[in-house]
């Protein structure tokens, strides 16, 4: 860990004294540089200036200057707007790649299918505007979606699950170099003029593969996003894959654990799995990304041929439902 998350990661464990949760969970950290000379400049949030802002600075200091021995140290303090009553902290869960046709989208669809089926209320945006496929894996007609009175656009429902695509809005036949544009501003609808759910509790985000300008996009609607990385087996993926999980680190989101699919097929004349792809790949990005290898998942078709959602019959459907758990676990 670098010396400046080391920094954030204490700062979060603090507690507004006035909010009662921690600056993690209230967002206070808005920013924390070290100096050449070492010395230590923070900016905090916090919802009682003048209440706690002397008992939270003592805190710090004996945090910055005793615990972690800076030489210096000096806080910016400002207002938190936070409000515990009107503030659900929706949870951003965002699958990335390195490449395309990975299975990115299919991870994508089936988790936020398992996250619902372990009784959350969960919606899913498709953000890879060059290569929406959403619909198609849920099998939902390709229609304009309805809006609100006050103009909010009603996503798709999938069994209680909410769907949010481009495909809605554009002509099947457009081409794409006219779509791109026109796409990344329908982007920022999708974060501004939704009316999902009001008491949604987790949004899955498809997001292109690679990074570029819509990743950049998504980093300022959901700052603190936990990414999970789709590779395939084969250990020649594993470096595109790597830069990917690299590029999520760099605008400052959390590469919260590794996806490796189309790991294998099982054979069941033989009764033996078979490493189609290759094998390792999933393995050797966790380790490089220094996060855990969550889940994987076999080449395998869904009993339902309508859609490319797995039941809870189908062998990948459990593991979906192993692997929305164990994200649960860890962002929870
Ligand atoms: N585990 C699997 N078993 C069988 N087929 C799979 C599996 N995972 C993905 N597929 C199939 O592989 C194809 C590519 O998957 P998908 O569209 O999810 O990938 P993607 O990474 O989102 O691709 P793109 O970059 O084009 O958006 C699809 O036809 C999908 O049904
Ligand atoms: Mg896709």
Do not use: C
Request: a negative charge; aromatic letters at 8%; zero cysteines.
């Amino acid at each position: 860990m670098n010396k400046v998350d080391e920094i954030k990661e204490l700062l979060n464990q603090i507690i507004d004294p006035t909010l009662g949760i921690s600056f993690k969970d209230a967002s206070s950290v808005i920013d924390v540089k070290i100096n050449e000379d070492q010395v230590v400049d923070l900016k905090i949030q916090l919802k009682s200036r003048k209440k706690d802002e002397n008992h939270i600075k003592l805190e710090i200091a004996r945090l910055i200057k005793i615990k972690l021995g800076y030489p210096g140290l000096r806080i910016e303090f400002s207002d938190s707007k936070f409000n515990l009553e009107n503030e659900k902290k929706v949870m951003y869960i965002g699958v990335i790649s390195g490449k395309g046709g990975v299975g990115k989208s299919s991870v994508a669809a089936n988790l936020a299918v398992a996250f619902k089926r372990l009784g959350k209320i969960v919606g899913i945006i498709d953000a890879d505007v060059y290569g929406s496929s959403l619909p198609s894996i849920f099998g939902l007609p390709i229609e304009p979606l309805s809006t609100t009175e006050d103009d909010l656009l009603i996503p798709a429902d999938y069994d209680g699950l909410e769907v949010m695509s481009p495909e809605f809005f554009m002509p099947k036949n457009q081409p794409l170099m006219w779509r791109g544009p026109m796409l990344g501003k329908l982007i920022t609808h999708f974060f501004n003029d939704v009316a999902w759910n009001p008491d949604i509790e987790i949004i899955v985000l498809d997001l292109p593969p690679g990074t570029g300008d819509i990743q950049l996009d998504i980093q300022s609607f959901v700052p603190d996003a936990s990414m999970i990385l789709v590779t395939t087996p084969h250990p020649n993926a594993s470096h595109v894959a790597l830069k990917a999980g690299l590029g999520a680190k760099e605008i400052g989101h959390e590469v919260i654990g590794v996806v490796e699919n189309m790991s294998y097929y099982y054979n069941e004349a033989s009764a033996k799995n078979e490493f189609i792809f290759g094998e390792g790949g999933g393995k050797q990005v966790a380790e490089l990304l220094n996060a855990p290898l969550l889940a994987q998942i076999p080449i395998n078709q869904p009993k339902n041929p309508e859609t490319y959602i797995y039941t809870l019959e189908d062998m990948n459907g459990k593991l979906y439902y192993a692997l929305a758990r164990k994200i649960l676990e860890l962002i929870q």
